[in-house]
């Protein structure tokens, strides 16, 4: 599109969150008119700590908030798989993108807020929970819980797995439970009984428990994240301490004292569910983006990056077609194939019998499994 019909382009994004955030600072930059309504009254992010790749951190560099990110994370250099005693299963450096080669590990509060602070004030409005949405083809009109009727030449839907833009025009598809809970907190570095020694990602892996330690080195912390299976399906299940400690039975005794050691209260305490590939992402003036488009389980460590990269994409794909439609469906056919396969693979879930499926021939011959 040409730079004055960006310009005259009124695009309201429904959620505030890593999708909605990254979209509003790229399509801003192409100076189109960018609001963001957000339901919450104050935007939180559960304390966890993510991985953004160095295609991520790319399109930072490419819309000149690199360094707001840079200075609230850690540059990491490879991540490491390993048996519940430490035993080793793979070591990979993370995939360089271009000079990219560091992954930058980050607390998800830090993320969001840094992402919030680079968009020019008023853009975000808080308070606005979205009732319905109405496509009526060349423009869409949403109607919020406060009263609040905003029309729009593009909405992005960024709300999210639970979105209310993808259920009401794309999909109703209810989300799908994995069979796993997320038991995540952060703790002192001093608290991790002397595992971490670097900036490097660490899994460990075995008896349907995955138990990630993700250094956040920069705030003196790490963060401590137990998947394990469980059929509860409750969004917010009610978990004892005894409860998580038989999660990781069996595990290297330092992890087990890490555990024994949480503070429940600061544990956040998730079923872990993804949604089923959607069809289509778009109409002619409404498009999802994120995990209201393609949430998938967090086993690849790529929902977070795979809103970022919707939304530069986005950007790219508007800018190259001749109009709002086209822009859709060119995005739509960039992204869909690449999140399919993240969604399938994130599926998996890396058991140790599936790490040759997720990672083919990266196995050390020595951690083979033994016929």
């Avoid at 959620?15 to 909605?20: E, L, R």
């Avoid at 439970?177 to 991790?192: K, L, Q, T």
């Avoid at 086993?299 to 939304?311: I, L, M, P, T, Y």
């Avoid at 693979?345 to 997720?358: A, C, H, P, T």
Wanted: net charge negative; glycine share 10%.
């Amino acid at each position: 599109m040409q730079l004055s019909d960006l310009k005259n382009l009124k695009i309201a994004i429904v959620g505030a969150g890593y999708g909605g955030a990254a979209a509003a600072k790229a399509l801003s930059l192409l100076g189109a008119d960018v609001n963001v309504y957000e339901q919450a009254n104050q935007i939180r992010e559960a304390g966890a700590g993510i991985g953004l790749r160095p295609s991520t951190m790319n399109r930072f560099r490419q819309w000149g908030i690199y360094d707001a990110i840079a200075k609230v994370s850690s540059p990491s250099e490879y991540f490491e798989i390993l048996t519940p005693t430490g035993g080793p299963i793979m070591k990979e450096a993370w995939p360089a993108s271009g000079e990219q080669t560091h992954t930058h590990l980050i607390h998800r509060g830090d993320f969001i807020d840094a992402l919030l602070g680079v968009l020019p004030e008023g853009m975000v409005h808080l308070g606005h929970k979205l009732e319905t949405i109405q496509d009526k083809g060349d423009s869409a009109v949403l109607t919020f819980a406060n009263g609040e009727t905003v029309e729009a030449d593009l909405v992005i839907g960024a709300d999210g797995i639970k979105s209310v833009v993808r259920r009401q025009l794309f999909s109703d598809k209810d989300p799908v439970f994995s069979g796993e809970h997320a038991y995540r907190a952060v703790i002192s570095v001093d608290d991790a009984y002397g595992m971490v020694a670097d900036d490097n990602l660490r899994m460990y892996i075995g008896r349907g428990t995955k138990v990630y330690l993700l250094p956040l080195r920069h705030r003196n912390q790490v963060s401590f994240d137990i998947t394990a299976l469980c059929p509860d399906g409750t969004w917010v299940p009610q978990v004892t301490k005894d409860d998580v400690l038989a999660t990781v039975e069996g595990f290297d005794e330092r992890l087990v004292n890490i555990t024994r050691n949480l503070d429940m209260d600061t544990v956040n305490i998730r079923a872990v569910y993804d949604i089923d590939p959607v069809d289509m992402w778009h109409s002619d003036s409404v498009v999802l983006v994120g995990d209201a488009a393609h949430s998938m389980l967090h086993h690849q460590g790529q929902g977070a990056n795979s809103a970022v990269e919707d939304a530069g994409a986005l950007a790219d794909a508007l800018v190259r077609a001749d109009s709002v439609k086209e822009g859709l469906a060119l995005f739509q056919a960039t992204r869909k194939p690449v999140t399919d396969k993240l969604q399938q693979v994130s599926r998996q879930g890396w058991s140790e019998g599936e790490i040759d499926d997720v990672f083919p021939g990266q196995r050390p011959a020595a951690a083979a499994p033994q016929e």
